[in-house]
């Protein structure tokens, strides 16, 4: 079986590679073989399997994504997004939310040191400074990312976001900065990608938070990412004692306020694509992105915006690996996002 440190170095002639349960139709193979890796030490070649291996068990879909970039830039995309996969589980992982809370500012500390060259004890820390000491990478995009999780992690369980408005900052600080700092890996330079990348990953964020509702349900959180302005639309706020509460008792009434929500997320990707025409060649496989938002607004579609709906959960975003994988192909072979 190849390993994980095989898929990132060989991703220069496997253009996609599925989950090693999947079927060998799943690889499209190109022409280079240029190893990412050459020269590197042994335990720098552990952090970048590790990050390999961290995006695939917990982000697959941005995974594949991740294998259609240039191979000169895949490496630095994965330390960037297995990154994001620690933050992002810092919470959900932890036995106490202070534990949780901890392991973020853990993280935002490690930002700071990795900018000063101090050496850390991380897998995933070694290969985002290796990949920082490459890249010029803004240190205020990384630093946003985990401030916002941390200030996410801070609110009482009953703090409920007023706006979408609120959710929409949260999507653009915790998955559009993945962007910003993806295309100035790239050395991309456009105020159209930059646009593009924003309302992109507001809309991936805004989804994502949809698609979770019935986890942070289990978790007594389900409240937290429905805006007391779109539950109050649809008869989802109830006030006791002096205080505002989400009750979930109608599903009609979430089912739509989940369709407002993804219709705020299809605005934003309808605004993306129409930054098309003015966006570089070279910043559109980073925006690929916006393919696994459209996946995820279609399959939300097709259960009539039940997120409870067990066909969410199947597949990859709700489709099949196969019709996942070929919809991704196809944008990326035609120069589209």
Partial sequence: MTSDLELLAATNSVGAVAKPSQPDHFLSWKNHNKDLMSGASSSLRAAFSHCVQQVRNYDYHHYLCLLELPSELRKTAFALRAFNVETSKAMDIASDPRIGLMRLVWWKEAIDKIYVRKQIEHPVAQALASVLSENKISKGWLKRSVEARINDANREISDIPEKIEDL?????????????????????????????????????????????????????????????????????????????????????????????????????????????GAVPIEARPVLLESVPAQVLLDSLNRVQFDVFDPRLARGVLGVSPLWYHVKLKWYSWRGKY
């Fill in 168 to 276: 929409e900052k949260y999507a653009e600080d915790t998955v559009s900065t993945l962007l910003y700092t993806t295309l100035q890996a790239g050395g991309i330079k456009s105020t159209a990608a930059d646009h593009a990348a924003s309302h992109i990953g507001k809309a991936s964020g805004l989804l994502l938070l949809l698609k979770s509702l019935p986890y942070h349900a289990s978790r007594n959180r389900h409240f937290s990412y429905i805006p007391a302005e779109v539950a109050a639309n649809h008869g989802l706020l109830v006030k006791e004692g002096g205080r505002s509460e989400i009750h979930l008792d109608s599903r009609e009434g979430l089912c739509d306020a989940v369709f407002e929500m993804a219709s705020v997320a299809n605005v934003h990707l309808l605004k993306a694509r129409e930054l098309s």
